[in-house]
Every structure is written in structure tokens, then in C-alpha cells.
């Protein structure tokens, strides 16, 4: 196995330019290919995630164009994928799959969707429940509730509303909000339980008004999106840079030193930005601009007790925050964690302990007490989890060696993360 070692640090100080949003990407790539007219992406993602939604829309007949570097033009099929009878394999990119399973419902076609073996534990049962409400026609090939999938032409029908529970991934909502248009007709979603990672479906909402269509909402229980609506070209879109990958620089600043991250601000579409909102709860001195964030070391960094529904990815690094903390620190209503691209709140607790922390895990919660002093040379697993090296990579600020294994995951969402983390560390 591959492995990367990370010296002994003290300080972080530098600027970074951050990748574009994995999130928004891979939402305005199949809106700009559903939508009439030509769009051009600028600042999008390059990833193994991005490059999974580009090689399927491809695959259903989009003409594709690349013009510049990260900047690429769709030809939108104005709802009515060209390619009727096509196999898609799209690894472990749930922005990828979800989405592109609910617009296949309604496309009229015979599809088959797969991915790696992790994305085949993935669940994705309520997404295709809801589905089948709407009058897909959607096969499990493998384990009932998991892909791969076998669909075939709907038999639509959307005469009562559409009931999906909120309360296990969001990208759920996101796939059948973003599909329902293709069906033209009016149709009405209501969300069961607690809606989960509200801010991730506040993007997509944002996304599609960018694309003409206007979806009503009663607070977070339901949605309506009116008949005979349709995605029209915005003709030049712009990706906001990630913020959950700013996350790790912003962390790196306030433990180490003066860090601005460039591509996001103040006013970013995306939830994971009040991440910076916890690291001043820690103590953490942050300015904010209108396209970047600066982070400057804390005097001492606080211990914390916090529901992170809002912050979900990016509540990862606050569990390595929390090593550097005054005392327990507990992130509570993660249990989306558990299905991502690994069980997240398992491998977290896993690894933490070997830097010396004491961990309770809980169902939907995790207390981490850091140790008086962290563990030199930890060895850290990944579990093909892009967030998990990244986020470790911290440890390395608290004066101790690391190794990370299977450094290359961190290629799903942000290629270039190792040369920029050396870029700042010192």
C-alpha cells in the first residue's frame, strides 16, 4: 500500500486557491446537460468524482466540450437524454449516483448503474421508494436497497405527493428535487422525519433557480415544483470553490498560524462556510471577504459541544480540532457519517484512538477527550475515504510525525491536497 509521511509541525501560514465545489459541480454538470441551450461551466472540479458524471453524461449521448483548464462546455439535451439504452459505472461518486438515478427514472430509457464495492453497501432505498411512488420502474440487481440498479421506462404518476424521509442523506431529496422537472408535471414532495444537511439542499434549490426553475417550499417538510417547468441555459456558470475543503486550511490556521483560503466568502451558497462559525467557537480568529476567508491562530482552542446537522463533512475536522481542545469535545447529529463512503463515525473513533485520544461513540455522536500529549508516528488507514487523510493530515501540527495510507483517495475530490497542506505547513 501506498503510503505518505507527514513531519513534525509546529506552524501553518500561506494562501491557498481552493478547488472547485464537489457538490455544485456535479449538480450543475447534470443540470447545464438537462437544460435547453449551451452552458459554460468555469472552475469546475477535476476529480475522480467530477470525471465519473462527465464520462456517464457523455455515455447518454451530451456533447462535451473542454475549452479551458477546468472550464468545460455543455450542450444541454433540453430533458430528453439522447442514448436510450446505456450501462453506467460510477465508482464510490454519490453526487454522481444518486442524481443521475432519479433523472434516469423519468428519461425513458433502459439503464443499468453500478460503482465499486463500497458503493454497493451504500443505501439507497428511500430515494428508490420514492421513486416508485412516482411510477418508476427501478430493479435492485444485487441486494434489495443497495445498488447496482436496473431501470426501465416510468409509467409517471404524481397525483399525490411524493413522501421521502429526510433523515438519512440529503442527496436523496437532491436527486428527486432536480428530476421531478423532467416529467413536466406538477409535483408535490414531503419529507418525513428531521430533514438532515438542510444547507445541502439549499444549494441545489440555488442551482435550479440558476437554471429556471423555481421550486416552492413550506420550511423543510415539503416542496412543490409546478407543472410544465424546464431547465434553461444560464449560458456562463461558476463554480464557488469547496468548502468543505477549506475546511482543512482554515483548521490549519487557527492551530499553527495565519492561513487565507481563496475561492469562497462570506456569502458562499454553501452550508459547510459556517464551519468557520465552530472555529471561532474554538477560539479561532476569523476575517471574512467576499471570495476568501482567513484563519489566524487561536490563543488557546476551546473545547465544544455542537449538533452539526448544518456541517456535515465538515464536522470531520472538527473531531481533529478537537485534539488540540482544552477538554471533551462532542459533535452530535452525525449519524449521515455512517454512510458515506465509509462508516465515518467508526473509522473517526478508530483512528483518533491511535493518536491517544479517548473516545465515546454513540449511534449519532462522538466525544473525543485529547490526550496530554499525541502520539508520535500514528500510522492512519483511510478506508477509501477522501475526507478521512485529509483531515489527519492535521495531526501533524501538533508537533508529531504521521503516515497516511492510501494517500491517492484523497483524488475523489481534491487531487492536488497533499502539495498544498506541505505548501502552508512548516
Known sequence: MEQLSLPASHQAQGNIALPGSKSISNRTLLLAALATGTTEIRDLLASDDTARMLESLEKLGIKLENFAENA?????????FPNKNVDLFLGNAGTAFRPLTAALAFSNGHYQLSG???MHERPIADLIDALLQAGAAIEYSGNPGFPPLIIS???SDLSKPIQIRGDVSSQFLTALLMALPLTKRKATIEVIGELISKPYIEITLNLMAKFGVQVQRDGWQSFIIEANSQYISPNEIFVEGDASSASYFLAAGVIGGNVRVEGIGQHSIQGDVRFAEALTMMGGNIAYAENH???????KIKAID??????PDAAMTLAIMALFADGTTTLRNIASWRVKETDRLSA???????VGAIIVEGADFIEITPPAKLTNNAVIDTYDDHRMAMCFALVSLGGVAITINDPACVNKTFPDYFLCYRKIVG
Open 116 to 118: 465499486v464495492p463500497r
Open 306 to 311: 455542537l449538533d452539526c446537522n448544518h456541517i
Open 348 to 354: 473517526m473513533a478508530t483512528e483518533l484512538r491511535k
Open 72 to 80: 468545460w462546455r455543455v450542450n444541454g439535451c433540453a430533458g430528453n
Open 293 to 299: 476567508i482567513t484563519a489566524h491562530k487561536a490563543i
Open 153 to 155: 421506462p416510468a409509467n
